[in-house]
């Protein structure tokens, strides 16, 4: 009698640079037949469901599934971006209520601050097409009721075929490692490890490494992200924001930083909390933020929203004042003329205060904008940075980067003993390849780019294989 085996599908729902959802399905040996001969139950489980975004097509895809999705039994979610979580709600209005297992720190930003913003944004989306959204604050509630909160190193059993565990990782706070490990009697555990969005460094807290009982697992495969796996470090460019911001300062002008709420705008107020320290920024100059999200995000960070670095409790410059409401910014962009900084959200200036300040100075000569993430060409900076009819000055810079650089995800796989596989997702499809390039010279494992075009199907016995989806078919795999 053949040697009974656990087989795991693999897909990703879409393809995009940012969007993330893989859709998994275990499939258990039994003796009652369904679907492959000799194989009884199966558990679909979804890891991420986001939002996508900067695509021509991007209605189409933050509004659809490509698969069944009251099918998942279960999901993961690995962080608090959008591009991770923005479409569970829309999910839930569409009759998927499985338990969404993620961390306490994800789960107090979603509730506290982020699902508001994602219901802002749906109603924005829906009021602009002149048609109703797709969900409302019911739906909103109960994807907080599907949030099941989960600590770090910790085991969390599903089932008796499935154990799930979070590992630090420094992207955002409250991101995590994952490790999916899948049993059943007499087969060999298959063990699927995902990075989610990832960074092994973070300012604001401490980043373990994986334990080292990880690296002997049997039957690993390993989830990875790129959006830097073409990029090594020595590529970045040298760290520019703090003698951008003192030059323009002390040259008179006013220094508008848009900033990402989540993460990048707390990272800028310690950066520049570091520089007075230093004495390299005079606390005279006055520091604002703006944006109701980056604000209350801020809040969270100091009211212990994570396990914060004792030495990062204190990240709030000197001479920081919040701009409580629009009478207080106009008074700040038309009668103060001193030069200050106004830290404010969106990082991308699409949306929120960011605009309004851009727009007020960017034909100014006496203001400087510096953009502090990765810039769309369609976002409002990106349309700012091509534009050489504009006055202010502007700057960019890529040292805030929340992603691993090459050699660190190359690190990140190289340990692993019994490593079989490893798909390759999120990011431009160069950096994709420049990664899978790299692995293929440190490890044996077949190395494979994710694609909502094709099934990979992983075997407990090792082996693997891939074969076209089927786009017709609502649930992709049996
Ligand atoms: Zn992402
Ligand atoms: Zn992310």
Redesign the pocket.
């Known amino acids: 009698m053949a040697k009974k085996r656990i087989i795991l599908d693999l897909t990703d729902e879409k393809d995009g640079v940012?969007g993330?959802g893989q859709y998994l399905n275990a499939i258990f040996p039994g003796k009652v037949l369904c679907g492959i001969a000799g194989y009884t139950k199966n558990i679909p489980f979804l890891v991420d469901c986001?939002s996508f975004q900067g695509l021509d097509n991007i209605d189409q895809l933050n509004t659809t599934f490509n698969f069944d999705i009251t099918s998942p039994e279960f999901s993961i979610l690995t962080h608090a971006?959008l591009?991770?979580y923005g479409r569970y709600p829309l999910a839930m209005s569409q009759g998927f209520h499985a338990p969404v297992f993620t961390t306490y720190p994800t789960k107090t930003f979603l509730s506290e601050v982020f699902l508001q913003d994602c219901l802002k944004i749906e109603k924005r989306r829906a009021k602009k097409l002149d048609a109703q959204s797709l969900y409302t604050e019911t739906e909103i509630q109960e994807f907080e009721h599907c949030m099941v909160p989960c600590n770090f190193n910790q085991k969390i059993v599903y089932n008796h075929n499935i154990t799930i565990h979070f590992f630090d990782n420094g992207h955002v706070p409250g991101a995590a490692v994952t490790l999916i490990t899948i049993s059943y009697p007499d087969c060999e555990d298959m063990n699927i490890v995902i990075t989610g969005?990832y960074n092994n460094r973070n300012d604001f807290f401490q980043v373990k490494p994986l334990p080292e009982w990880i690296y002997e697992l049997p039957n690993v495969s390993v989830i990875i992200?790129a959006?830097y796996g073409g990029t090594k470090s020595s590529d970045l460019r040298e760290k520019c924001f703090i003698d951008n911001v003192v030059r323009a300062l002390s040259e008179g002008k006013t220094c508008i930083v848009p900033a990402f709420s989540f993460g990048r705008t707390q990272e800028v107020l310690y950066k520049l909390k570091i520089a007075q320290d230093m004495c390299i920024l005079p606390p005279r100059f006055e520091i604002f933020l703006d944006g109701k999200t980056a604000i209350h995000t801020t809040s969270l960070f100091q009211n212990g929203a994570f396990k914060m670095h004792p030495n990062a409790k204190d990240f709030l410059p000197d001479n920081l004042t919040i701009v409580e409401d629009k009478t207080m910014r106009n008074f700040l962009i038309h009668e103060n003329y001193l030069p200050k900084i106004f830290v404010s959200s969106s990082g991308s200036g699409s949306y929120g205060p960011s605009q309004t300040y851009i727009n007020k100075y960017m034909n100014n000569p006496m203001a400087m904008i510096h953009a502090t993430g990765h810039i769309f060409p369609d976002s409002k900076l990106g349309r700012l940075r091509d534009d050489d009819s504009i006055v202010a000055q502007f700057f960019d810079t890529d040292e805030f980067s929340a992603h691993a650089k090459q050699e660190v995800l190359v690190d990140f796989v190289k340990p692993f003993k019994n490593l079989k596989s490893v798909f390759i997702h999120?990011g431009e499809d160069e950096s994709k390849k420049e990664l899978a390039y790299s692995l293929k010279e440190i490890c044996n494992a077949s190395i494979h780019i994710l694609s909502s075009n094709k099934v990979f199907r992983m075997i407990s016995d090792g082996t693997s294989e891939e074969f076209p989806r089927f786009s017709d078919s609502n649930v992709p795999i049996r």
């Open positions: 940012t993330t986001g971006h591009d991770h969005d992200e959006t999120h």
